[in-house]
């Protein structure tokens, strides 16, 4: 068997055989074909599927050679087409989601680990400086307290209820890190949902405001997180992004509180939250879950607010959302979002 | 020239470097070097590579290289191409005029 013999070929993701194919062929490999793959690259020898790869965002994933090629270096000839095809995209900064005993494949391929959930998972990237550099920039720009606490929010768009929830969580501790989903999943997007909290927050001195970027619930610390079905995998994804934030993020700050609001709706951030609690206080940080805000029997959120989008009413939001947030909603810059929320119809 | 955006060239395969180049304005060259032959050659695959900077008049980069045992050769090629995708130049001296 030589290595050059290897066809090259990207796989038609639209096409009904070919993705049944790529499918069966991880299946054998105790992987699965994640939904939110876009590009896929396999290697055949004649008419047998011999490796595969796929990209999601900047987020390599769906990796694997079959038993019968290993250690010919066809897992290099993937991850450099993926990087390559990753880079014509213009997304460099790249990330791989692999079991941890094939770590040492990709630290060989100019990988580093950022997280390991032993023996589930292990999140690495294609630089050493990445979180490093994360870090220091927030520690740059922000105060440091030792009686420090966090919120991790979406703000989809910015609400009362979140309002309320900051101002709870700030009232309780020296200095407030607000993080911001960066992630570019919701109907809002992020620079303008990070600038809404950002307009509601002025009356709070002791809140620092941050943008989650790529390690804070995003596509590559959680990726099921996106895909909004739950599975099992919820727990495994969620358990990394928590070993992400308390190896590197919590210390870095001080943080030794986390406040988060109740969630009765998604059953995906309803086990992330189970998940904090359980992990969380065995690295000495203190969980609270804060009931949320109602009005008028119903608890006040985004997906509410959403919904009245939707149905036109506009106006009605007045009444969850702060003045800041109201202004944004009929000024003309909403205009695009409130379009497409009205044509959408799912809960992101 | 100038790097004006993150540039790659190469691949991850034996005999070869992955040469990733990224603009490092006014903080001069800055290479982070991974090498299977790290210890017997290290030393020479950064000189090469600051070479080849040096002679396309690059003086701000920060410079990711991934080395599987290239050659001098090899190595220079790699960072010729990497810098042209950069510096959205168009230095091609391989091709006939």
């Known amino acids: 068997m030589w290595y050059t013999s290897f066809r090259e070929q990207v796989v038609n993701l639209q096409s009904g055989i070919e993705r049944k194919q790529l499918q069966a062929f991880l299946e054998r490999q105790s992987l699965s074909l994640d939904g939110d ?5 396999a290697l055949w020898d004649g008419e047998k599927l011999a490796a595969t790869g796929s990209l999601s965002g900047s987020v390599l994933k769906c990796i694997a050679v079959d038993e019968e090629f290993k250690y010919l270096g066809l897992s290099a000839k993937i991850v450099t087409h993926l990087v390559q095809e990753a880079y014509l995209k213009g997304r460099t900064h790249l990330f791989i989601y692999t079991k941890p005993e094939n770590k040492t494949i990709f630290t060989e391929l100019g990988f580093y680990v950022i997280a390991e959930i032993p023996s589930k998972v292990v999140l690495m990237e294609n ?3 990445g979180i490093k550099n994360y870090i220091n920039e927030m520690k740059s720009e922000s105060a440091i307290s030792a009686d420090a606490a966090a919120v991790i929010v979406n703000c989809n768009p910015f609400t009362l209820g979140h309002r309320y929830l900051l101002e709870y969580a700030a009232a309780r501790c020296r200095l407030l890190h607000v993080f911001v989903v960066w992630e570019e999943q919701s109907s809002f997007p992020a620079e303008i949902r990070y600038k809404l909290v950002q307009q509601g927050v002025q009356h709070l001195d002791n809140v620092m405001l941050h943008k989650g970027k790529d390690y804070i619930i995003s596509k590559a610390t959680f990726p099921s997180y996106f895909i909004k079905e739950y599975q099992e995998l919820v727990k495994t994804h969620a358990r990394l992004d928590l070993e992400i934030f308390t190896q590197h993020i919590a210390p870095a700050l001080g943080i030794k509180k986390r406040f988060v609001g109740e969630e009765p709706y998604c059953k995906v951030t309803a086990a992330y939250n189970a998940a904090m609690q359980e992990v969380l206080p065995k690295h000495g940080i203190e969980v609270q879950v ?11 959120s985004a997906s509410r607010v959403r919904e009245l989008i939707r149905a036109g009413d506009i106006h009605k939001t007045k ?7 109201y202004q944004f909603l009929i000024s003309p810059e909403a205009e695009e979002i409130i379009k497409h929320i009205q044509s959408m119809n799912k809960r992101h | 020239m100038r790097i004006q955006q993150v540039g790659i060239a190469g691949t991850l395969e034996s005999s070869d470097i992955t040469i990733h180049i990224e603009p490092n304005e006014g903080k001069g060259i800055d290479i982070e070097l991974k090498s299977t032959v790290e210890n017997q050659f290290g030393r020479q695959i950064r000189s090469v590579i600051q070479e080849t900077l040096l002679e396309l008049g690059i003086t701000d980069a920060y410079v990711r290289a991934n080395d ?14 990497a810098v042209n995708r950069a510096a959205l130049g168009s230095y091609s001296p391989w091709e006939v005029k």
């Open chain 1, 127 to 129: 630089t050493s400086k």
């Open chain 1, 37 to 41: 793959v876009e590009y896929a690259v």
């Open chain 2, 68 to 81: 599987k045992g290239a050659l001098d050769c090899t190595i220079r090629a790699r960072m010729v191409t």
């Open chain 1, 290 to 300: 804060v009931p949320r805000m109602s009005l008028e029997g119903s608890p006040i």
């Open chain 1, 319 to 325: 009444e969850l959302v702060p003045e800041t947030t």
